[in-house]
């Protein structure tokens, strides 16, 4: 498993949820949102792939997440972590939307948290009083920060339109900050990977990329160190998931998980993508899972005669506009939450 960092040269907007607000954004870009940008600029690289590529990409890849500096942040888990007895520690933990990766190795062991030495940076993220050390001036300015910016809204002859005023959400990264994500591929797809990724990092990925927006330079990758995640009870998730039919095991044994609904626009087209549902990022699954691709446009509806325009959709694909959901996942020991579950 490799992990990529991605340097980002400008600010970025990542409405990935399709809320069609521009008040709204993401603060990291998630699973389908990514790979789905991996496979265009792939397939802009190498012209013969074909709809088994996008339907079955060589790769896989987790949603990604924040570092600052050398400290990789992982999503909070979607079970209670933070039993604490003091009220004010609690509702400050509670707010923890990030922590650590040293922090997060202790919950996937199973390790007790010594809440009394965990540190806090900008509100929402906590680090080890280790890592606080190493980095001193990680608790005094915040990795990354979220901004507003007025717009108007003009119509094709230049003119303001009536209540264009609007906001436009925009997070920026400080510079030792930005997004890093997970991938498993076989080493002979990495080149191809490679430049697909590189070429994503030129044109950018999210909202207003003509515009200089989520423009950035990813590094050459590093192993992930997975071998330090011993624990077999269950797995823990760092990507969407949405299970295969013949997953239906997953959900007989004992699990802990979020939910979220994907929707949006098929790039390039004026095509909405149907909502689906997806297990979020933290989940806990006693059996790993698996996943799969969705197809969001059939080929009947892809090819279909609009009857009121006499022409087909606007946009051109060659495949069904998938969204990967296959789970990219460590391994974590049972939630104290879970051992008194009787699934009997």
Known sequence: ???????????????????????????????????????????????????DFFEN???????????????????????????????????????????????????????????QSIRFVSGSVAVSEQEANKYPDLCKQPPWAHTERQRVSMDRMGMQNEGGLFFFALQFF?????LYFLANMAPEIRPGFRAALDYLGDTGIGADRNSGLGHFKADDGTDFPIERFKSRDGWITLSLFNPKPSETAVF????????????????????????????????????????????MINEKVRTSIDQKTGGKYSGSLNHSAPRDFRAVCLPCAEPEALKEVNHD
């Not at 098929?266 to 149907?274: A, D, E, W």
């Open 174 to 178: 400080a510079p030792h900050a930005g």
């Open 252 to 295: 007989k044994e004992k699990c802990a998980y979020g939910l979220t609904t994907r929707s949006g626009w098929i790039v390039n087209t004026t095509i909405g993508r149907p909502p689906i549902r997806a297990f979020t990022e933290g989940s806990y699954f006693s059996k790993k899972p698996e996943g799969r691709v969705v197809p």
């Open 1 to 51: 498993m490799q992990a990529y960092k991605l340097k980002f040269h400008s600010a970025l907007h990542v409405d990935s949820k399709g809320s069609g607000e521009p008040a709204d954004a993401d603060g990291f870009i998630r699973s389908d949102t990514l790979s789905a940008a991996l496979c265009i600029a792939w397939s802009t690289i190498f012209r013969d792939t074909g709809p």
């Open 57 to 115: 990409p060589p790769f896989t890849v987790g949603s990604a997440f924040p570092y600052t500096g050398d400290i990789l942040m992982f999503p909070a888990p979607a079970w209670p972590v933070w039993n604490v007895e003091d009220d004010a520690l609690r509702k400050r933990l509670k707010a923890v939307e990030w922590i650590s990766l040293e922090l997060f190795e202790q919950v996937a062991s199973g390790d007790a948290l010594d809440f």
